[in-house]
C-alpha cells in the first residue's frame, strides 16, 4: 500500500495509524490491546458501561435489532481505531478524567491537549487524536480571544458520539446517539456549544468576579502608605482586570508601561489584566497560594489599518517577565487563600508587598485611609 504523504506534510485522518499504535503496546507489553485498556483505562475509572467487544445488549440503545443496527459488528485488529461500546456517563467521567489528569501527569495532559497541525480552516487544527476548533466568543470586542474546544467524534451506521473538552473551563459535553435522525452529531454539537459555551463564559467570569473582585490595601504595622489595589472583571474583556494600582502615591500601571517600553511618557490609556498561570501551592490545612500574570498596555493608540501580514497587535506572550526588580518579575501576582478558598490578600513579588482583601461594608475604618487615593479614582471614572 502506497503512503498518502510524506511525514509531517499535511494532516491525514487514520484509523490505520492506531491500530499500528495498539501492536506497539502489545509488543511492548507482551499483553493484548483489549487487556491493556481494562487494565490502564476502563478499571481505574470505574466505567461501568464501556466494553472493546461483546457489550451485554441489556445495556445498550438499540431502536430496532441487534442485526438491523449492527450491535455486534465486530473490526477485528482494526477495533483500536474506534469501535467501542460506551455510555454517556461513562464518557463524561473520561473528559473529566483527562482534564483533571488522573491517570497521567498533568504536564503529559497539557502537551496532549495541543494542535499538532494546522488545516485549511484557520478556526480547525488537528490533534492527537483530537480535532480543535478555536472558537471566537466575541469577536468585536475580544478579537484576539478565542476558545480551544478539542473534540473527539464518532459515526459507525446507526451510532454517533461526540465528545469535547475546553480545558480553559475545565468542562466539556457528551453527545450520543442512536437510530436515524435529521441531524449529525456535528449539527447537535454545534446547538449545544452555542447555547453552553457562552454560558460556561459568564459562569467563569461570575465565579471569578466573586472570589477576585474587590479592594486590596496595605495593613499592619508594616504597611506600605497609600497604597492599595482594585480589581474587577469585565465581560467584553478577557481575565481580570486592575481598575488601579498604587503603590507608596506612585500609579504603578503607568509605571509598568513606562519600565517596559523605555520611555517617560504618559500612556494614552494605561491598562493592565491579570491572567491565571495555572501554578499553585497547596497546604495541608486547605490554605493555598496561586500564581497569576499580569499584561501592561497603552491600548489608547488606534489599530494598524489595512491587513497585518507580519505584525500583529497581540503580542504579549513576547515580554513575559520583561521588567525586574531584585530578580523577581513586575508582572506576577500571588494571591493567598485561606482554608474555607476565600483570598486573603495579593503580593506582587518585585515590591515584595501585601495587600489584603477589605470588606467595605465591615471596614468602616478603613474608609479615611482609602479615600485618599481609591475614592477619588472612582470619581474620575
Known amino acids: 500500500m502506497v503512503p498518502s504523504y510524506l511525514p ?102 497539557r502537551r496532549w491537549l495541543n494542535p499538532v497541525t494546522f488545516s485549511a480552516d484557520f478556526a480547525a487544527a488537528v490533534g492527537a487524536p483530537w480535532g480543535v476548533r478555536r472558537i471566537q466568543l466575541d469577536p468585536f470586542n475580544q478579537p484576539y480571544r478565542s476558545i480551544s474546544v478539542y473534540t473527539k467524534a464518532g459515526t459507525f451506521r446507526k451510532y454517533t458520539a461526540f465528545l469535547t473538552l475546553l480545558k480553559e473551563y475545565n468542562l466539556g459535553f457528551t453527545i450520543m446517539m442512536a437510530g436515524k435522525s435529521l441531524v449529525n452529531n456535528f449539527m447537535v454539537a454545534d ?13 467563569a467570569r461570575d465565579e471569578a468576579n466573586e472570589l477576585y473582585s474587590g479592594v486590596y490595601v496595605s495593613q499592619g504595622a508594616s504597611a506600605m502608605p497609600n497604597s492599595s489595589l482594585i480589581i474587577t472583571t469585565d465581560p467584553k474583556k478577557p ?97 493567598d487563600f485561606d482554608s474555607t478558598g476565600n483570598v486573603r490578600s495579593v503580593t506582587n513579588l518585585a515590591l515584595r508587598t501585601t495587600l489584603y482583601k477589605v470588606d467595605l461594608h465591615q471596614s468602616t475604618d478603613l474608609l479615611p485611609a482609602l479615600c485618599n487615593n481609591v475614592c477619588p479614582f472612582l470619581v474620575q471614572h
Open 191 to 203: 446547538m449545544l456549544g452555542a447555547a453552553l459555551i457562552p454560558a460556561y463564559d459568564k459562569a
Open 8 to 109: 509531517w506534510q499535511t494532516a491525514g485522518y487514520s484509523n490505520i495509524g492506531y491500530q499500528l499504535l495498539s501492536y506497539v503496546l502489545e509488543s511492548m507489553t507482551g499483553k493484548k490491546f483489549v487487556d491493556i485498556l481494562n487494565a490502564r483505562v476502563v478499571k481505574p475509572l470505574g466505567l461501568q458501561h464501556t466494553y472493546f467487544e461483546n457489550a451485554p445488549p441489556s445495556q445498550g440503545v438499540i431502536p430496532t435489532t441487534t442485526k438491523d443496527d449492527y450491535w455486534w459488528v465486530n473490526l477485528g485488529d482494526a477495533n483500536a481505531g474506534g469501535n467501542m461500546y460506551s455510555s454517556a456517563n461513562d464518557l463524561s467521567t473520561l473528559g473529566h478524567a483527562i482534564l483533571s489528569s488522573r491517570l497521567i501527569k498533568p504536564s503529559l495532559t
Open 239 to 335: 481575565g481580570l482586570g486592575i481598575v488601579s494600582w498604587i503603590s507608596n502615591g506612585t500609579n504603578m500601571i503607568e509605571t509598568a508601561i513606562q519600565l517596559q517600553t523605555g520611555s517617560n511618557g504618559t500612556a494614552a490609556r494605561a491598562e493592565a489584566r491579570l491572567y491565571y498561570t495555572q501554578l499553585e501551592t497547596q497546604a495541608k490545612n486547605g490554605e493555598k497560594r496561586q500564581s497569576w500574570k499580569a499584561v501592561y498596555e497603552d491600548t489608547g493608540f488606534p489599530s494598524a489599518p489595512g491587513p497585518l501580514l507580519f505584525s500583529t497587535g497581540c503580542g504579549a506572550w513576547v515580554g513575559l517577565t520583561g521588567v525586574t526588580y531584585g530578580s523577581l518579575p513586575l508582572d506576577e501576582f500571588v494571591f
